[in-house]
């Protein structure tokens, strides 16, 4: 089981990382992380497919500055690996992976509020030093503040899959609704949240409205071409 | 003297940071919010980055001015992380420049509003969401795994570097006159555009990406779109009284349950 759990986690402490500290690259995105753990699973298609759909749900929670944001690079490591367990993609899949991933990242989030706390704390224990200009403090606070990020990353990837895999793999076995019924609320759901969230971000902007129509109808024509 | 006679005026010889100065800058920039905390938000990280340059004063790293230059450049700062190249690049020059410590004070008070508010339109609402939209509409497309995260992380970090280049650069050339470098067009005209690329975006990414995930059948399909039609203007109504994320998530948690106990 550990053996399991701990390239989850590592990778889960790299990505988690990336959210805020190091180097907000956005390989933290779902679209990017559930892909990278379903390349590590060995099923990249299937970390592609759950990762597009926990993106359309991360359009709405973007790093607004002091804003309390979840955290979805562990969170998408957590979903990406439930998910590409099950290659075959049995009915109750993807819900139970989406439901896994929101519950990681909404404590992910109340763990970057933590983390910010500890470093407010460290900097106080610093302060003469760093009020008397001292480079070893600088730097120090800095090292300290992303090696504890990283290890919050690494520990509540590892608890969360711990945890949440098990349960996931028993609602997928006890799973009565249709497969495709149940994929279809799932990315339903998913694409609610895009497109509140594309309102809220666009919807003051000169012109947008006739774009978003424009893209609409491109979109519904395509996908009835195919 | 008539004005044919005047003598043209003396080209300002702007001082080049040494290569490895720079690199080391950039490379820290990547960790700026690594300490961020409640108390001096990203103080301790700008600090953090002019450091390098600081190692450049002649009295050199255990002078009292290398000292009080670090101590005042680690107050309380707040920016957008990647704009916060600018303040890094103007902070940096001005410290080796030795303008007065009261003058890069107010300097630094007054860059914290312009350089959060702009980059958060910009980046946080503008150029992340289009990237993730229009990686999205690939995707939907049926483009393979490669190209979708592929395409993403080049466009994503094609402006998310290029913008913290630039604001270095821009912010050492000016140094305490960075502020007429926030008129630059890309940063007050480029929400606007992105925006309505990012719109033409989400119509397209939205239908194509459902329909590669459900699969074949237009029936199915057809229900699903008219349900994130209600679902999205379900949201929208809420007006934030609850996240859609979290509404998502007891959505879900619900439906798991009935499935699992049905």
Redesign the interface.
Known sequence: MILDVLPIALLGGVLGLDVVSFPQAMISRPLVAATITGILIGQPASGLLIGATLELIALETLPFGASRYPEWGSASVVGGAIFSSNPSHPAGAMTCAIVAALATTWVGGWTMVKLRQANAVWAGQRREALEAGSRGAVISLQLVGMTADLLRGIALTAIAYALLAPLAEFCIRTWTMDARVSRAIAVATAASVAGGAAWKLFHSTAGARWFFIGGLVAGLFFLFLR | MSAAAQPAPRAVRIPELPFRTRLSIFIRM??I?????????LG??I??CV?PALQLLPEG?HSAR???????E?HYF?A???LAAIAVGALARAELDGEPPERIERFRTALCGPL?SVG?RLV??GW??L???A???L???GAS?LA??AF??LA??LG?FGLRIWGLRTGWTHGLRVATALGNPVLRQG??QI?????????????????????P??N??G???V??????L???RLKGRI???????F???A??L???I?
């Open positions: 990547l960790a919010q690594g300490a961020w905390n409640y108390e001096s938000l301790n990280g600090g953090f450091e790293i290398f000292k009080s230059a670090l101590a005042r680690a707040n957008h992380p990647y959060g958060d946080w609402a992340l969401p990237c993730s939209l990686s999205l509409a995707f939907g497309t795994t979708v995260v993403f992380l994503y970090n998310h929400p606007q925006g309505r690329l990012a719109a033409l975006a989400t119509g397209i990414a939205i239908p194509l990406a459902l329909g590669r995930v459900i699969g059948g237009r199915l399909l229900f699903v779109l349900a994130v039609a209600l679902g999205s379900l949201i929208v996240e859609g994320w979290r509404l998502s998530l959505v879900l948690a439906f798991v009935i499935s699992v049905a």
